[in-house]
């Protein structure tokens, strides 16, 4: 227990009991910290398997993030597919590129991993740690934040109560409420795209290789991934279609949409022969204009959503985790209040090149992979083929895409906090 506890119940509230809130808490489980989670939604752990598991990328970045908190075994024993090569390329047209594991030196370029798994493994352990209380179900009504502290109102069942922090973190989502409660503006750009979600299974294995494909209406990416009897011939389809046409996609009966999606996305990859269940949700870019008040921090989809075409949404609210964790327990340990502001511009400073750029460079291949005007397209697929054949300018894009560019947190380097 540190010398600032005096007037409050916690050193950190963490609004959001999500995958990125529930990691923050295991980052600094353990530590001198006195933590509360709040979460509005009680986790539902389904122990039985199903082809229709929503999935997620995990980039190799978070893998050595979660490797360092000691998760990644138990994760990676419930389950994960390694995303050994990636193959990029642009419907009706030459320009194609390729990522390869082995030239990057590295097991896998990622991971995709089930969410409902991922989310066991960190609830579990985060209920292992003395010095975090999770509390839910519990809405957040009010927040106020003052010079010495920050308070939130919650309503549980039929009461309501007050609890006191020294550091407010907001990981709440997109739709945050503590933002909204707070009055803290964003920036949002819509695309005019939904995405189509579903697992499919295919007529051979797919060895470990995800396929990024760009077409008129949007990008379409196959993450390999297996089903619940661990075979290894199922995709996690992201078919990204314009707005307009989501309504026809989902009247599709099954053999029309797998007719559909071959068409668009070719043989490379083989032949569909099952789809699951399909999910559609809209999809936009959406930035807080703050990520850090005093007293307050702003993390993961409650401060940045991304277009779902490079993977990179969890990931980079992973990397807001360890960069967070890190910074304040620093801070922590030399003394200094973990809500103080100028502690938690040193955070906001670190993660802003790092979040602008994943954001603008998904941004751009959204923009500059859904239209088919002629000079574009043709500037693109000679793109696509200059970064095949030019291995530094290769290197860079798969260090990016595997999470580890710029000035790494020392979770993301494997090493402990």
């Known amino acids: 227990m540190n010398e600032h506890n005096d007037n409050t119940d916690f050193d950190l509230i963490i609004v959001g009991g999500g995958m990125v809130g529930a990691s923050l808490a295991c980052a600094l489980g353990n ?12 986790f539902e752990s389904d ?7 929503r999935t997620l990328a995990l980039a190799y970045g978070s893998r050595q993030i979660f490797n360092s908190l000691g998760l990644w075994d138990e994760i990676a024993q419930r389950g994960v597919t390694p995303i050994r090569r990636i193959h990029v390329s642009d419907r009706g047209h030459a320009g194609s590129s390729h990522l390869d594991c082995q030239t990057e030196g590295v097991e896998a370029l990622g991971y995709v991993a089930e969410t409902r798994l991922l989310g066991q493994v960190l609830h579990e352990r985060m209920h292992t740690f003395s010095n975090v209380q999770f509390i839910c179900p519990a809405q957040v009504t009010q927040v106020n934040i003052e010079p010495t502290r920050a308070s939130v109102e919650i309503s549980e069942k039929q009461s309501s109560r007050s609890i006191t922090g020294r550091l407010l973190v907001a990981a709440d989502g997109g739709n945050s409420v503590t ?3 707070l009055g803290i503006k964003t920036f949002r750009m819509g695309y005019d795209q939904h995405a189509v979600i579903a697992n499919v299974a295919m007529d051979r294995p797919h060895e470990g290789v995800a396929y990024e494909r760009f077409t008129s209406s949007g990008p379409m990416a196959l993450l390999p991934s297996r089903d619940p009897e661990g075979n290894e011939n199922i995709f996690a389809l992201v078919w990204t279609v314009k707005s307009r046409e989501r309504d026809a996609v989902l009247r599709l009966d099954d053999a029309a949409f797998l007719t559909q999606l071959q068409q668009r996305i070719g043989v490379r990859a083989g032949h569909f022969i099952k789809a699951g269940e399909r999910f ?6 959406m930035q807080s204009r703050e990520h850090v008040r005093q007293r307050l921090a702003i993390i993961g989809n409650a401060a940045h959503t991304l277009h779902p075409v490079a993977g990179q949404g969890f990931n980079l ?18 003394g200094q209040d973990p809500g103080d502001l100028a502690l938690l511009q040193t955070y906001a400073k670190w993660r802003r090149r790092d979040q ?26 000679i793109g696509l083929a200059l970064v095949d054949i030019l291995p530094p300018v290769k290197h860079v894009l798969a260090r990016h895409a595997m999470g580890l560019g710029g000035k790494l947190p020392r979770l993301a380097r494997g090493l402990r906090l």
Request: avoid cysteine; proline fraction near 7%.
């Open 47 to 53: 122990s039985q398997p199903s082809f229709d598991a």
């Open 280 to 285: 559609v949700y809209p999809l936009g870019w």
């Open 317 to 334: 609210g992973l990397r807001d985790v360890a960069a967070l964790a890190q910074v304040v327990l620093d801070g922590v340990r030399q």
């Open 356 to 381: 602008l750029e994943t954001a603008l460079f998904t941004d751009g291949l959204v923009r500059a992979f859904s239209t088919a005007f002629p000079p574009l397209a043709l500037a693109r697929n």
């Open 31 to 42: 530590s001198p910290l006195k933590i509360a989670v709040i979460e509005a939604t009680r």
């Open 179 to 181: 933002r909204q409660l």
